[in-house]
């Protein structure tokens, strides 16, 4: 299937987002030989700053193949952001409604046309104490199971360096130049879920080792090792609690 064209609004876009990236970043961009030259593809990115969403898809649009990203619906309702978004043809996100549906029935209707949509499966920047990928939610390998296209990881880092996430201050730190680092990997194998229901169970295994390719590219970018087990936001939240109460006892 072919690539589909970047397109006017795309275009435009990245003549206004290019420019102050090239100056005020430095780009070390690595396996761009693993984007996929055609047909539709799933990328599965992890998040550590608000800024990263503009390296990674400077990145991508590079490569001649640009990603389509899912993003809050809030964020599609108005102004400059808004207007982008729709005419770009990014994918509303709607929690917990009865429209929470339809971003999956688009990203899979995207792929089947041979485009790339771009997950961050863990839903919302990290908030791993050491900035690692969080454990994932399954909507990633759920469209990828369904449609059995190549799942991309993709690390980076740099941007939280220059804005990091949840800080108490809205700081922006951009000098010294901080360099922006993308790095893609070979598709994600998942053979060993073909022809398994899409269970709970197989879904969150899926994801498991989807973000195990992220966590082993971004270890090779950052010359450490991530912990054993990934952080887990929604057990954290519960042992806080766990402890408050127990406090509140004493």
């Known amino acids: 299937m072919p690539r589909r064209r970047i397109g006017f609004w795309y275009r435009l876009a990245a003549v206004i987002a290019k420019p102050p990236l090239v100056v005020l970043f430095k ?111 399954t909507g990633a390998a759920r469209v990828a199971l369904l449609t059995k296209v190549p799942v991309i990881p993709v690390a980076q880092w740099g941007a939280n360096l220059a804005m990091p996430p949840y800080a108490k201050e809205n700081k922006l730190s951009l000098f010294p130049r901080k360099t ?24 969150r295994e899926a994801t498991e080792v989807i973000m195990a390719a992220i966590t082993a590219i971004l270890e090779q970018v950052r010359g450490e090792q991530a912990p054993a087990e990934p952080y887990d936001h929604r057990k954290a939240r519960l042992e806080q609690r766990r402890k408050a109460a127990e406090g509140g006892t004493k």
Request: hydrophobic share 40%; net charge negative; aromatic share 12%.
């Open 27 to 137: 780009r070390d961009w690595r396996g761009m030989e693993h984007i996929p030259a055609d047909g539709g593809f799933i990328t599965a990115v992890n998040h550590n700053s608000y800024l990263d969403p503009l390296s990674y898809a400077h990145y991508q649009y590079n490569t001649g193949r640009v990603p389509r990203f899912l993003a809050k619906a809030g964020l599609f309702k108005s102004g400059f952001v808004g207007t982008m978004l729709r005419n770009t043809g990014q994918i509303p996100v709607y929690r917990e409604t009865t429209n929470a549906l339809d971003a999956f029935r688009a990203a899979v209707d995207a792929i089947e046309r041979g485009e790339c949509v771009a997950f961050y499966p863990e839903g919302t920047l990290t908030r791993d104490p050491d900035m690692w990928p969080m454990a994932g939610k």
């Open 180 to 203: 922006l680092i993308v790095q893609a990997g070979p598709p994600v194998d998942l053979s060993r879920f073909d022809g398994l229901e899409p269970t709970p169970e197989v879904l």
